[in-house]
């Protein structure tokens, strides 16, 4: 059996607490590895390792970092077949999802920002004309990083990436529940000849191992990407200590389609933003608001492309909708099916378990599913899903689709299809969201700036935003 083990100080080693959480391949069910069950030691010893690591670390040129980081990615692509099937072994999605998506991104993240700190420039503000002021940024030390399960590569890279660019040391965890890829990564780290303590990685719970990230002292910052609560947990922890604190946290975003659409395009776009990656992707727009003189015949080419979202083994080609990542996760998703049936809403398609046979006989499989008659108030759509459970409401004017749209607390992502494009630009504009799409989803330039409004998150990651959030801005005012 596999033993996904801790990367600390640059080797690998076995948790102090000696135990191991099983971990699950979600397609078939199988135990597949044991992931260490880390505790204050293991992050005790990661810190150490981090704070030793760290004046080395942040005295190389921006250039020697960034080529360090720049062989770290290009083992990534030399590996690029091993780590998307571990992806999908690990979190269920489909091998050619994870050989489109998540480990490119993973290995652009990492050549972004090691390429993004040769080109950065400083502000400097002339007082009056015997007085001038420059801005210096330094890295902030040690700082935390914690990843969520749906994109597992790709966002823990999102995050290490920067804060080792721009000159910090890391200590990271991934989710318990996904913690395959940044365990290889690590191996990664090692071949790309990455010093000792630069990055240390620690598998374990969020309640013991994350929390213990998150209290620890010599930890000046926490860069946490998750769910809403998590993130609520986290801040209360980490504010009184005067920690600098990104989160990135939950989302229930809204699909806006106006009158004006091509109906059949349109809707397969749509589809695609509710069900890619079996819904687990935080920005999928799970509420989609149609024009009501457009809703029927829209209806029927949305359900027509929704059920193109085939449900099957995720090694398998045709497979456009993997396993959900565990069973707790497919049960909260089924649960909110039987809600909606309860708040008196209809499934339009899908809305059940699916039992495939074989190899993937004990899998966590849900049919894309879409559910119209809910009121926008209700709790299906109010509260966050994170599966393949999409619902649909038709509009009568912008006044309302507005409203409805800002009606939750959440603020991270929309949408907007529209050919009109004052109106579309008129929209963007009120919708309480981090990011609007206007006819597109899912198009990320890295250098935007990335987060959500609301309850949706605090600050911004991205190009200079990230930079930003991993360092320290002092300002030296000079008289001559
Ligand atoms: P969780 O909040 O459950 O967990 C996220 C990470 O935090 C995991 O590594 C988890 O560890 C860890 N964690 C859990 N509890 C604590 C704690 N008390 N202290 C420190 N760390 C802790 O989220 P999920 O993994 O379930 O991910 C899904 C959520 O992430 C959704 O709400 C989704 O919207 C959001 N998300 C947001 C994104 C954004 O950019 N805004 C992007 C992607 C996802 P473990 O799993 O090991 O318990």
């Given at each position: 059996m596999l033993h996904i083990r801790n990367y600390i100080n640059g080797t690998f080693h076995d948790p102090q607490t000696h135990e191991w959480i099983e971990n699950i391949n979600p397609a078939t069910g199988e135990i597949f590895a044991l992931v260490a069950r880390s505790g204050a030691g293991d992050v005790d010893a990661a810190v150490a390792a981090a704070t030793d690591a760290f004046?080395?670390?942040?005295?190389?040129t921006s250039k020697q970092r960034s080529?360090?980081?720049?062989?770290?990615?290009k083992k990534i692509a030399e590996h690029f077949d091993e780590l998307a099937r571990a992806e999908t072994d690990d979190n269920g999605k489909p091998l050619w999802l994870s050989k489109a998506i998540d480990i490119p991104r993973a290995e652009a993240n990492l050549a972004f920002f090691a390429t993004e700190i040769l080109h950065t420039e400083t502000a400097a503000h002339v007082t009056d004309n015997h007085v001038f002021n420059y801005t210096v940024r330094s890295p902030l030390g040690v700082v935390g990083c914690?990843?969520?399960?749906n994109l597992p590569l790709y966002l823990?890279?999102?995050?290490?990436?920067?804060?080792?660019?721009?000159?910090n040391c890391v200590v990271a965890?991934?989710?318990e529940l996904t913690p395959l890829t940044s365990f290889l990564?690590?191996?990664?780290?090692?071949d790309a000849g990455l010093p000792p303590g630069v990055l240390n990685i620690v598998h374990g719970l969020g309640a013991e191992c994350g929390d213990a990230i998150v209290k620890h002292r010599d930890i000046k910052a926490i860069s946490f990407t998750g769910g809403t609560v998590t993130g609520r947990t986290i801040a209360a922890t980490a504010a009184p200590m005067f920690k600098k604190l990104s989160l990135e946290l939950g989302g229930k975003n809204p699909t806006i389609v106006f009158d004006d659409v091509d109906i059949h395009h349109t809707a397969r776009h749509v589809a695609r933003a509710a069900y890619t990656n079996q819904g687990e992707i935080c920005l999928c727009g799970s509420r989609i608001f149609v024009a009501q003189n457009i809703y029927k015949e829209f209806r029927t080419a949305l359900i027509e492309e929704i059920r193109r979202f085939v449900v099957g083994d995720p090694l398998d080609e045709p497979t456009k909708t993997g396993a959900i990542v565990s069973k707790a996760q497919m049960d909260k998703i089924?649960?909110?099916?039987?809600?909606a049936i309860q708040e008196g809403g209809t499934v339009l398609t899908g809305g059940k378990r699916v039992m495939l046979k074989g190899r993937c006989s004990n899998g966590f499989f849900v049919e894309p599913t879409l559910i119209e008659g809910l009121d926008s108030k209700c709790r299906v759509n109010q509260e966050e899903i994170f599966g393949p459970v999409a619902t649909l409401m038709p509009f009568s004017d912008d006044e309302e689709v507005i409203e409805a749209a800002n009606s939750t607390s959440y603020g991270l992502a929309a949408s907007v299809w529209c050919r009109d494009i004052s109106r579309a630009h008129k929209v963007a504009h009120r919708l309480e969201s981090g990011i609007v799409w206007v006819n597109c989803w899912l198009v990320r330039d890295l250098r935007t700036p990335f987060g959500g409004m609301k309850n949706s998150g605090v600050g911004r990651e991205g190009g200079v935003e990230a930079l930003r959030f991993f360092t320290e801005a002092k300002n030296v005012c000079v008289q001559f």
């Open positions: 004046p080395q670390w942040s005295g190389l080529d360090i980081l720049l062989r770290v990615s914690i990843s969520p399960w823990f890279t999102w995050k290490i990436a920067p804060a080792l660019a721009a000159g965890k991934p989710s990564f690590s191996q990664l780290c090692i089924l649960s909110y099916i039987d809600l």
